[in-house]
């Protein structure tokens, strides 16, 4: 069983940076592709970017290309959100996903979720 704890987020004002992570324990890491969604209040979940398991390739949403950055370090079961260059409108509730072998940009793919992390952006 996998399980996700994430860590980072909080108020950043517009234009600034957060990193978010994602330490996994249990299964194998390695063979887990790693999502980012986010969800504002009274929105569906979204899509942010994805990174695959073994290839490592990357997924961004036109939204948030240029300005983030997914990564993996498989010896520390961690994935990371690098998000730079805030907007307010990048606000909600950002959780990581897991699921095997390759990203999707579907939440019903995914079958382990963090508990999620809120990032706040406003001056």
């Known amino acids: 069983q996998v399980q996700l704890i994430q860590s980072g987020g909080g108020l950043q004002q517009p234009g600034g940076s957060l990193r978010l992570s994602c330490t996994a324990t249990g299964g194998t890491f390695s063979g887990y592709a790693i999502g980012w969604f986010r969800q504002a209040p009274g929105k569906e979940r979204e899509f942010v970017t994805g990174?695959?398991?073994?290839?490592?390739?990357?997924y961004y949403d036109e939204s948030v290309k240029g300005r983030f950055t997914i990564s993996r370090d498989n010896a520390k079961n961690t994935a990371y959100l690098q998000m730079n260059s805030l907007k307010p409108e990048d606000t909600a509730t950002y959780y990581c996903?897991?699921?095997?072998?390759?990203?999707?940009?579907?939440?019903?793919?995914?079958?382990?979720w963090g508990q999620g992390t809120q990032v706040t952006v406003s001056s």
């Open positions: 990174i695959s398991a073994n290839s490592g390739r990357t």
């Open positions: 996903a897991a699921k095997l072998l390759w990203a999707s940009v579907t939440p019903k793919e995914y079958n382990y």
